[in-house]
Every structure is written in structure tokens, then in C-alpha cells.
């Protein structure tokens, strides 16, 4: 597609619920990060893959918070036992090269969730 | 690891007034300076980027600075219109880092 494409939008889970948040990448790009925004602050790094290999997690908030990209395209970004304090916009990003180069990076509208 | 200081948090300003925000960062290995602008309700808009082989960029009305030796770049924003208002956001990229790190933003108000 033209643009990076996240799904859901919007979703609000029930505290305790798993969540699974879908990222789709620019077609051909070598890296996808996931990012974490909570209100009126700036984007937090996740984790970022290059291809299917997750080569940096160390943004990743607890154990609850899993991610994967196993064909090196589509990511998805998996919540177990949702906390209030997940609650957040997770914003996907993808880059044409790999982490060395430093090209641009482009972010998707982001998955607003809210656990209650 | 990298730490960006962005100021001020808010500004306000008249329609054809400029704007400018600056940012701070702390690794000096640090090589890529890109600008993000952020509307309600959306992702982050790339508007500009500098790298640090480079001291200056323009793009029309909107321009970026970097001083690699005091590790500071800023946003400038000419002939500022409503359209303009928005959540705008600094980023620095390590040369062995893999991710982006963020300012924590600032909230640009354009009256007409």
C-alpha cells in the first residue's frame, strides 16, 4: 500500500484481555518498529525487526508485551492480561534499509488502546 | 543511551509570525535529525530531516538547523499559518542505534 496501515483503530479491552494490534509495513521495507504514545507525550520505542529478525526489544514494557513479523512484512504486536496502564496509542513505522542507514521513517495513524 | 530535550512545550503565535523549537540530544554519535508534525487523532508526519554531514535544510517555509558541537538543532517555521498548528516532535537516531528517540513534543498554537 502507499502508507504504513495499522488495525485496529480503536479498541477497548476489558483489563485482563489479551489484544492483538496489526501492522502492516510499506511494501519493500526492510525495518518495522513499534512505538508507544501515551497522552501528550512523545513516541516511546518497543521494538524494531529487520526482515523477521527481532533484533532490539528492549523498549518492551513487561513480558505481557509480545511481538512478532514472522515473513518479514506483516508485524503484529500481541498484549497479554491488558493493564490499565497499557492504555496508549502503539504506532508501527517502517524504513526502506536496514538500522544502519539512516533513512526516513514513516509511521502509521497508530492503534488507540484503551483497557477499562 | 540518547536523551532529546525539546523546548518550549507550548507556543503560541500570530498567523505570519515564525516559530521556531529547539531540541537537545546527548549521544554525539548520533547522525540523523528528522521532524515530525502531529495532528489530533493522527501518526507522525515526517516534514523534515537533516543528517549530520549537513548544517542547514529548507524546504519552503520551514527550515532546520544543527549545531553538531553543542548537539542542538532547531525548527524554524516561516509566514506560520492555522494550518500549521499541531503537535510537532524532534528525533535523533544513534548511528549503532536502531530506533528513533523523541522529544517529548511541542503543542504550536497559530491564530489568525
Known amino acids: 500500500g502507499a502508507g504504513v496501515s495499522q488495525s485496529p483503530r480503536y479498541k477497548v479491552a476489558k483489563r485482563g484481555q489479551d489484544v492483538a494490534l496489526r501492522c502492516d509495513p510499506i511494501s519493500g521495507h526492510v525495518s518495522l518498529f513499534w512505538y508507544q504514545q501515551a497522552l501528550g507525550q512523545g513516541p516511546e520505542f518497543l521494538t524494531y525487526?529487520?526482515?523477521?529478525?527481532?533484533?532490539?526489544k528492549s523498549g518492551l514494557p513487561s513480558d505481557r508485551f509480545f511481538a512478532e513479523r514472522p515473513e518479514g512484512s506483516v508485524s503484529t504486536l500481541k498484549i497479554q492480561r491488558t493493564q490499565q496502564e497499557d492504555s496508549a496509542v502503539y504506532l508501527c513505522a517502517s524504513s526502506l534499509l536496514g538500522r544502519q542507514g539512516g533513512n526516513t521513517i514513516y509511521f502509521g495513524e497508530g492503534s488507540w488502546l484503551t483497557v477499562v | 543511551g540518547e536523551n532529546v530535550e525539546q523546548h518550549p512545550s507550548t507556543l503560541s503565535v500570530q498567523e505570519g509570525d515564525s516559530a521556531v523549537i529547539k531540541c537537545t540530544y546527548s549521544?554525539?554519535?548520533?547522525?540523523?535529525f528528522p521532524w515530525y508534525k502531529q495532528e489530533l487523532g493522527k501518526g507522525p508526519q515526517l516534514i523534515i530531516d537533516?543528517?549530520?554531514?549537513?548544517g542547514e535544510k529548507k524546504d519552503q517555509r520551514i527550515a532546520v538547523t544543527l549545531n553538531k558541537t553543542a548537539k542542538h538543532f532547531s525548527l524554524h517555521i516561516t509566514e506560520t499559518q492555522p494550518e500549521d498548528s499541531a503537535v510537532y516532535f524532534c528525533a535523533a537516531k544513534g548511528q549503532a542505534g536502531t530506533a528513533l528517540i523523541f522529544g517529548k513534543g511541542t503543542t504550536l498554537s497559530v491564530s489568525s
Open positions: 549521544d554525539s554519535a548520533s547522525n540523523y
Open positions: 537533516i543528517r549530520s554531514n549537513v
Open positions: 525487526f529487520q526482515n523477521e529478525a527481532q533484533l532490539d
